[in-house]
């Protein structure tokens, strides 16, 4: 099968003690400790294939492009990839994406040859401490698709049924063209409903949610903050164009925080009352928790949905005055999936109108260049064409 393939050299840095169990497997730990000169290809890779009785064969359909995608084809002033998160190489990259199912194993009951289903990429052990208090998205021994097993930009990919969620529902509302894009949205979405609905418990129907940043996840927050019974919505990006999206998804007012104080402007909109949940998807702590800090409302919530590579203070004496506190999040597993596929379902989330390009797996190396300029929302790559939306088929 082909995909769009990341490679590397496989050189520690110096003081990285490589483990007997990363020698074995090739998956590291930090993939900005071992792996060096990333480089990525569209390039062949040994065909996807079933091997236990619960396992799905899917034809991939689409696959979003991510920002920690960008992480593995970037690297340091040593050259060392970007990304500090678990690798393997070579790996097709993609973990947001849809399919078809095409062949599925002797002990398979959630899905049929023919359904289309949206893919959850994360594989959980199912054995260590945090799978066993439920938040497998936090598992110690996680293999990924698209980081450490091949992703949803290959043409094919093989899952365990338990990773496949039926987009029939989905189709049935919007049509099978609309299902296969909106399941590539459900990862990315899944991860700003488990840290707004899993993590933090929610809000409360009316209340005042401020979302940080309108990337995809701060977008779906955005969405979901709405289809959520929020009163108000108010986005915050420097981005026009991303802004204009916010609007389009749901956001009540937004604001441009390098033309002024966000936190002021926050406390002006709610007649400085204070927001009650306080998105952060920017990845960009620093800037954004001290804006926060002093607009959140008594009782408020703060939910960290993006990955700060630096540490960031935080005034905690004012969040303690305000009994208010913080929650975080990483990754989709644990509930998302079926919550964000039921919303779309229902018509009471779209989140496709965040979808600002979509490549060939072709030209998926001019996919991730565009990605890469920080322009567009979300970036889908299709592995056999921009036009193959196969046919759900029933049997
Ligand atoms: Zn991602
Ligand atoms: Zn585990």
Redesign the pocket.
Known sequence: MRGLVVSADWKPKAGYQVTAEEEMSGRVRLANMVLHNPTLSVADRPDAQLSGEHDVLIRNVTSGI????LHMVTSDEDGYMDLPAPFRVPVALG??NSGQVVEVGSAVTRVRPGDLVAVEAQVECGTCRACLRGLTAACERLWDRGFTLDGGTATMSVAHERHCWPLTAVADRHGERKAYDIGALI??SS?AYNGMVNRAGGFRPGDTVAVFGAGPIGLAAVGLANALGAGRVLALDPSASKREIASALGATETFDPTAGEAGQWLLDRTGGAGVDMALDATGAGRIVMPAIVPAIAVGGKIVSLGANMAPVEVDTIKLMFRAASIYFTLGHLGGGFPAVIALHAAGKLDLTKMITGRFALDDGVAAMERALKGQDAKILIHPHGVDAYPKAVSQ
């Open positions: 991510c920002g920690s995608d973990h947001e990862e990315p991860v």
